[in-house]
């Protein structure tokens, strides 16, 4: 059974940081692509970085130069660096996980979901 747990959200300012953490277990975060989804009550949600099997990443443009993707493949963990926060970072940020194409991984057709941790930034 695969399951990714997600931790390490909270409240900030804004230019603060914090880092997400994702301790998957059934699963290899050394396997095809994995990375970290978010969403707002108001928003569709959207992927904000991922890594594949290879170890390349790739980062949503309103993300790029702030938050750093990357894993430890001994702990099987996922990670999230993420610095200079704005208030529109703001959101329910979840790990997912897929043997699915760049494409689809952005898409969203991921096999595998966490539960999401939070994370607000306010101004």
């Known amino acids: 059974q695969v399951q990714l747990v997600e931790s390490g959200g909270g409240s900030v300012q804004t230019g603060g940081s914090l880092r997400l953490s994702c301790v998957v277990s059934?699963?290899?975060?050394?396997?095809?692509?994995i990375g970290w989804f978010r969403q707002t009550p108001e928003k569709e949600r959207e992927g904000v970085a991922n890594?594949?099997?290879?170890?390349?990443?790739g980062y949503a443009d309103s993300v790029k130069g702030r938050f750093t993707i990357s894993r430890d493949n001994a702990k099987n963990t996922l990670y999230l660096e993420m610095n200079s926060l704005k208030p529109e970072d703001t959101a329910m940020y979840y790990c997912?996980?897929?043997?699915?194409?760049?494409?689809?991984?952005?898409?969203?057709?991921?096999?595998?979901w966490g539960q999401g941790t939070q994370v607000t930034v306010s101004s």
């Open positions: 059934g699963y290899s975060v050394s396997s095809y692509y």
């Open positions: 997912a996980a897929g043997a699915v194409t760049f494409s689809n991984w952005w898409r969203g057709a991921n096999d595998y």
């Open positions: 890594i594949d099997g290879a170890g390349r990443t």
